[in-house]
Each structure stands twice: as C-alpha cells, then as structure tokens.
C-alpha cells in the first residue's frame, strides 16, 4: 500500500450541490496532487499543490479549487456540480523533485445525479 | 496531436508471449517518465520510471526514446496476473503539467 489515503470511499450528490474530498498524504511527501478519471479514460491533471500553494493547474473552470494543510493533507472542492463531474478523483502524493514520482490513493468514486 | 498517445488496445496475447506497448508524447521539453498499471476499478500504481539508459524490472524493460518522443513498455513471459491497464504517463516539468495516457488493456489468455 502507498500510504495514501482517500475519503469518502463513495458519494453520491445531485447536480448544482458542492463536495469536498479529503487526500492524506504519504509520510514525508510535501505535494499532492488531485486527478479525474472519467470511464475508460486517462487520470486527467486537475491540480497541485506544493506548501500550501497551488503549484499547477490542468484545464478544469475555477468551480474546482483545492487547499492543502500544513501537515501536507489536501482538500478538493468542487461546486456547482455537473453530471459530467462523475468519475474516479483520485490524489497522489509525492515529493518535490526532479524525477518525482507519484503515488497514489484508492480514489473516490462520485456520481451526480 | 494529443499530449502523450497510447494505443488504448486491447492485447490479447497468450500467456509466456513478450509484449510491447509503445507511447508517444508532443512536448520535447518533458522531463520524467513512467509508467503505471491500473487494475479495473482501482487506483494506478507505479510501475517503473523509465529512464534515458533504459531500464530493466524483472520480466519488464522500459526505454526512452528522446529523439522521437516515444517511450515504450516490454513485458516477457506475460502471466495472467499481468492483465490490467498499463498507463504511460509523462511530466512537462515547470508548472508541473503531469499527463496521462489514456492507457493500453492488456489481457493475457491462458
């Protein structure tokens, strides 16, 4: 296992309501990521996030916004959602560097309704 | 031209085949490379990073081709347990642009 973990595990929400998912990051990894994986898709590059600060952002409108929290955890947030926002969110954690590499928790599974 | 292209498949190949899965991207500068397996329903988990020498894992060979911008994936001796979804994935450098593909199925048949 990566050590990264994920919550909720499930969600299920009606168009036009607001999410928040939750990302812990692996001990010691200072960056997280957040992905979206639509069926039969690619993980598609939302953001990340690197001390606290948003380090790069994917092609996703501004109803996607993130925080992350001294001790490296993370939040996503998505309002106003849309029934194409159903998919796999899932969020890797890594350390700053030149070859970094990202490891990955279970994801969430959120379906709109 | 998308950013990193893969042949979404599906392989069918018969158990002890070699097997190779190749992966283009567009941006020149990219700076790391991996690649990822994804089993159905789960998250991705890396597989190996893919470095300019090449580098070898056991029954799995990855190389990097900088000059034509493709990075590919051999597995020897395929098992069953290898049937998933194997992920290039691609990393821009900068703003730390992380791309995925869209992923190759593989399926080993006994």
């Known amino acids: 296992e990566t050590g990264v973990t994920q919550s909720p595990t499930h969600l299920i929400k009606t168009r036009g309501q607001q999410v928040t998912l939750r990302c812990s990051s692996q001990s010691g990894h200072n960056t997280v990521s957040w992905y979206q994986q639509a069926l039969g898709q690619g993980p598609q590059f939302i953001f990340q996030y690197y001390r606290e600060e948003e380090n790069g952002r994917g092609n996703f409108p501004p109803r996607f916004s993130g925080l992350q929290f001294p001790n490296y955890s993370s939040e996503l947030n998505v309002n106003a959602l849309e029934l194409d926002d159903s998919a796999l969110y899932l969020c890797?954690?890594?350390?700053?560097?030149?070859?970094?590499?990202?490891?990955f928790g279970p994801g969430t599974r959120l379906l709109v309704l | 031209r998308k950013e990193v292209e893969q042949d979404p498949g599906p392989f069918n190949v018969p158990e002890g085949a070699t097997v190779a899965f190749n992966c283009t991207y567009s941006n020149s500068a990219s700076q790391s490379f991996f690649w990822y397996r994804q089993d159905c329903r789960k998250e991705p988990k890396l597989l190996m990073s893919v470095y300019s020498s090449g580098n070898e894992d056991g029954r799995f060979t990855a190389q990097l081709n900088r000059a034509s911008q493709y990075i590919s994936l051999l597995i020897r001796d395929s098992k069953l347990s290898d049937s998933a979804t194997y992920l290039c994935?691609?990393?821009?450098?900068?703003?730390?642009?992380?791309?995925f593909g869209i992923g190759t199925k593989l399926q080993v048949i006994p």
């Open positions: 994935v691609v990393n821009g450098g900068g703003y730390q642009k992380v791309t």
């Open positions: 890797a954690s890594s350390v700053k560097g030149v070859q970094e590499t990202q490891y």
